[in-house]
């Protein structure tokens, strides 16, 4: 599984610092400033295919919770959308508030969104480690979907339940037969894309980001399982709260954000 450890392990909540990175002309999050975006009709509908026994465990790494897959085989895939490549997926992850004001990472003309799930691919074609992808401008794509409060949503429950078995920092279950399609929104063939960063260290510009248009939505109450995880190990004596794990946006730098759909 793409063991994102390197990337969190200089993780702090509070993090949110000038960290110096490489470049920094790409860097993620961003605002999505809908009547900038260009519409790109070579952009093609996103190719999924996933496979639920490719699933394999659930943990807390100090910032977030990751759902991580098998990803030594080509059997969890994304292709289409902006994509030359075939990329496999590793991990998906969430990002949210403390409250539902507030918790996506990117923003449409400044929406903000109470949480947004990160689903992490890297380029098969091209390497053979998520470690190597990581590091290069073709390396991952990782597909943004917003998630806003209503009704219950049936898929997510199997992912709540487990929470309460990883609340603390470096905790880790075994999560089996879990098919991250059931959290992708009805329609993805409306998308934004653009070329950004990773929004934890080491930051490396390498990321496609493709943002759906269409949300998906959670119960209050599913978002509240959410921020009973903690940010702390079980040993440490003052326990924080796992809530707004996300990233301050980034300047655009002339990037063009390309959408899908007029
Ligand atoms: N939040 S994110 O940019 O999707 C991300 C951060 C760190 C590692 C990773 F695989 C994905
Ligand atoms: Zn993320």
Partial sequence: ACSSKFVLSQMHPMWQGPLAVPGGDRQSPIDI??????????LKPLVTSYDPRTCQQIWNNG???????????????????????????????????????????????????????????????????????VMEDNGLAVIGVFLKVGK?????????????????KDSVVEFNRFDPACLLPTN??????????????PLTESVTWIIM?????VSHDQLAVFRSLLFTSAEEEVQKSMVNNFRVQQPLRGRAVRSSFI
């Fill in 63 to 133: 910032y977030s919770f990751l759902v991580e897959y098998d990803d030594t085989t080509d059997k969890s895939t994304l292709k289409g959308g902006p994509l030359k490549d075939k990329f496999r997926l590793c991990q998906f992850h969430f990002h949210w508030g403390e409250t539902n004001a507030w918790g996506s990472e990117h923003t449409v003309d400044r929406k903000l969104f109470p949480a947004e799930l990160h689903l992490v691919h890297w380029n098969a074609d091209k390497y053979s480690l998520f470690e190597e992808a």
């Fill in 188 to 201: 993805t063939d409306n998308y934004w894309t653009y070329h950004g960063s990773l929004t934890t260290p």
């Fill in 33 to 42: 400033v809908v009547r900038k975006s260009i519409f790109d009709g070579e």
């Fill in 152 to 168: 219950r949503h049936e898929g997510l429950q199997k992912l709540v339940d487990a929470l309460p078995a990883i609340r603390h």
């Fill in 213 to 217: 248009k269409q949300h998906i939505e």
